[in-house]
Structures are given as structure tokens and as C-alpha cells.
């Protein structure tokens, strides 16, 4: 079990190639022996956003503060406090600080990697056997 306010969670530059002015908190990881995801909280200044990249799993976050934009290879979706967002699995996208104050905000993700979806052979001849013939 973990209750600790966000605020005395360190904040740490975020180092990935591409960011500018943004900086994390892990809140809950694996650190805190978490079996399934983390909880982590963006914090970029103006001007700032994240690295444009793309991975295997998916995002979900909760805008606390601030005014910005979801960037994809669709365009721009602009969003506010109290905005809840879904990125999908390999969707590129970074988040961008559009406002005049601190963007806030919290974005869930697997601890693991995503399961994949493996297709059952239901043909018994598939294998060159049946019935070990």
C-alpha cells in the first residue's frame, strides 16, 4: 500500500529524444510492487511536449492542469482540465503544452507487455500429424 501526495514524488526530466520542457513523476510503479500498471504524471511547461513516438500498448490519461494538444499523424486535438483521453496501441502522438501555464497530467500504462493474440490452429492436419499418423 502507498498514500504519499504527489508533490513529494520526484520530479525528473523526461530524457527521451524529442521532449522539450517536460518532465515525470512515477507515482505508483513497480517500485511500490504494483503487479500490473503504472500511474505516472506529466508535468511540461510551455512551450514544452513530449517526444513524438509510438509503442505497443496504450495510454490513458486524465488532464489535471493546464491547456494543450494531442498530436498525431491526424493533426491536433486540443483538450482541457477534466479532458480524459485514450491513445490506441502504435498510434504516434506526444502531448504539447498550448496554454500559458504548467500542463498536468496522469497517464496509465502496463507494467508488462501487451499479450498477444495468438491464433489457435484448429486444423489437426496443420502440424503434418492427426491423430499420430
Given amino acids: 500500500m502507498k498514500v504519499k501526495h504527489y508533490s513529494d514524488i520526484l520530479l525528473e526530466e523526461v530524457t527521451m529524444e ?26 511540461v511547461e510551455p512551450g514544452g511536449f513530449t517526444p513524438y513516438h509510438s509503442h505497443s500498448w496504450e495510454h490513458e490519461n486524465f488532464i489535471v492542469e493546464g491547456n494543450g494538444a494531442l498530436v498525431t499523424e491526424d493533426g491536433e486535438l486540443p483538450f482541457k482540465p477534466g479532458d480524459v483521453i485514450f491513445v490506441d496501441p502504435h498510434m504516434k502522438h506526444n502531448y504539447k503544452n498550448t496554454g500559458e501555464t ?6 496509465l500504462i502496463p507494467l508488462g507487455k501487451p ?8 486444423n489437426p492436419f496443420a502440424a503434418g500429424k492427426a491423430n499420430n499418423c
Avoid: H
Fill in 18 to 43: 524529442g521532449s522539450r520542457k517536460a518532465k515525470i513523476r512515477w507515482l505508483i510503479s513497480e517500485k511500490d510492487k504494483a503487479p500490473n500498471f503504472a500511474m505516472r504524471m506529466f508535468e
Fill in 102 to 107: 504548467t500542463l498536468k497530467f496522469l497517464c
Fill in 115 to 122: 499479450a498477444k493474440k495468438v491464433k489457435k490452429n484448429i
